[in-house]
């Protein structure tokens, strides 16, 4: 430690998770969000502090997300958080969907409000009054708005952070159109933006897909989602959310325009979303037992370098080595930290920096210096790699290229693993009880998929369709649907669902 009088050194305490991922999957999870320093538990029930951890890792989605909207013409501005009963109930199919969860305002001060204001669940009844105030001919169509805000949904059923909370971040996208083909185009285009976020920079592999009749969003025409699953548990996880809302919308508000022709028309509306949701699928799907495991591409600290000092090693020199990498790496674009705290041993920097999920760390070492080289570890598969600090950037760069691929390609595997075809009710039920996502043919009746759920209630909690993919497999001449016997018109997966 060089001299002088010596620091306490932390040894390696109480550092781990007390639950294993595959033996107590929910603890697990509760653990890692607050140890690996993503989230800090609030003081009211389903509500949580966002900490700079996983701040970081949705403006990265943010940055991406907007510039990709920003192409497609579309712009950001803000509407109200509040929302009057009057208007939020103008829809009844949407706020029957959304009634349950809704927060309301009720007193100001002391005194009682004379009518009771809502907070937005979802802002279309919030922003639709405005639409039919601004859209009134084909030269103002069309109108493409988005805002980043939050949102409130009061959920009493088992709050999980990220994944079900009463408060949540997300961006939300409201367009009009002159004709239902653009408002089709729109859809996908976005879902594909969704897909992106999930695959390119979450590392984890998603189903595009349509919603049923049932789980479709509350009002709309038709709603598309990209769908992750958690082999863990066995649930399906909705990802993210490109509405269709046809002119239904249109209709209530009167949302109308006059075309080139002179003729009145409705508008065709769309609106999609994706929130915070997508941190916790990523937490859940790489996150393993010594905690996060965070892909590169979102990671705010990409590399982390530890000075691994020797009793009689030149200190100083391995702590100018380590900040020199560092220095380097960070002009080259790399998310790059030092630790270079003396009062924890590495070993315990280790194991905190694991705990956080950094893709690679970095140690130099006595022998490093001496060779002119640094030890590279991988927290995503621990393997260990020395390399020349001559070309450090370039193989760095190669590593964590490799670390998002790696992460994408096993997260992959193993969600191919958890999927089963199926024919058959008996089939069916098995591969629920394995945990499976299933993927079977379907006669996309309604009262069948209401009966698969009442059939399939249980401790676990009822399975339900998940989505039909885009990319349907050949379905053969007489197929009979899994649950009723009835002609099969379409491949669906199901499932239970978070």
């Known amino acids: 430690m060089g001299g002088g009088k010596k620091k306490e050194v932390k040894k390696e305490t109480g550092l781990g998770l007390s639950f294993k991922k595959d033996a107590n999957f929910g603890e697990w999870y509760s653990e890692v969000v607050v140890r690996g320093e993503m989230i800090e538990y609030y003081d009211i029930s389903g509500c949580y502090i966002l900490r ?38 103008k829809e009844k199919d949407h706020i029957e969907g959304f009634a349950p969860e809704v927060a309301w305002v009720t007193k100001s001060g002391k005194s009682d409000l004379e009518i009771p204001i809502a907070i937005r669940p979802t802002s279309e009844t919030v922003m639709y009054p405005y639409f039919s105030k601004w859209i009134r001919g084909h030269r103002d169509l069309p109108l493409k708005l988005n805002q980043w805000c939050n949102v409130v949904r009061w959920e009493f059923s088992n709050p999980t952070p990220f994944i079900r909370s009463r408060e949540f971040l997300w961006q939300e996208g409201h367009t009009a159109f002159a004709t239902k083909e653009e408002a089709d185009e729109e859809v996908l285009q976005v879902l594909e933006l969704y897909r992106r976020i999930y695959e ?30 958690i082999p863990n548990t066995g649930r399906g996880v909705q990802g993210a959310t490109s509405h269709c809302l046809g002119q239904n919308f249109a209709k209530m508000f009167e949302i109308n325009f006059e075309n080139e022709k002179g003729e009145k028309g409705m508008v065709w509306q769309n609106s999609w979303a994706y929130s915070t949701r997508t941190i916790g699928v990523m937490v859940m799907v790489h996150g393993d037992d010594k905690g996060l495991v965070l892909p590169p591409k979102v990671a705010s600290v990409q590399v982390v370098v530890v000075p691994v000092p020797f009793k009689t090693a030149d200190t100083q020199g391995i702590l100018d080595a380590c900040a020199a990498t560092v220095e380097t790496l960070l002009e080259a674009g790399v998310h790059a930290e030092g630790d270079l705290r003396d009062n924890y041993s590495p070993g315990w920097k280790y194991s905190h920096w694991e705990m956080k999920g950094v893709p690679l760390r970095i140690e130099i070492g006595p022998k ?28 760095v760069k190669v590593l ?20 089963q075809v199926v024919k058959t009710w008996d089939e069916f039920k098995d591969a629920l ?22 059939r399939t209630r249980g401790e676990m ?23 009723s016997g009835k002609p099969a018109k379409k491949w669906t997966y199901w499932g239970r669902s978070y």
């Open 52 to 89: 700079p951890w996983s701040m970081g890792i949705w403006e990265v989605m943010q940055v991406f997300f907007d510039a990709e909207i920003k192409k497609m013409k579309i712009k950001n501005c803000y509407f109200p958080l509040f929302v009057s009963s009057s208007v939020l109930e």
């Open 200 to 229: 390119e920079f979450l590392a984890i592999p998603v189903i595009k897909g349509k919603k049923s009749e049932m789980e479709k969003f509350a009002g709309g025409l038709y709603t598309t989602s990209v769908e992750a699953f």
């Open 368 to 395: 490093d210096l001496e060779k002119n080289q640094v030890r590279c570890v991988r927290r995503d598969n621990g393997s260990k790699q020395d390399i020349t600090r001559d070309n450090l950037v370039e193989q």
């Open 400 to 419: 964590l290229d490799n670390i998002q691929q790696s992460l994408f390609d096993a997260a992959k595997v193993k969600r191919d693993a958890s999927v």
């Open 433 to 454: 009880a394995q945990k499976k996502m299933i993927l079977a043919p379907w006669c996309d009746e309604e009262e069948v998929e209401k009966d698969v759920k009442e």
């Open 461 to 483: 909690g009822a399975a339900k369709s998940l989505c039909s993919p885009l990319e349907q497999p050949e379905l053969p001449e007489g197929t009979k649907c899994f649950a």
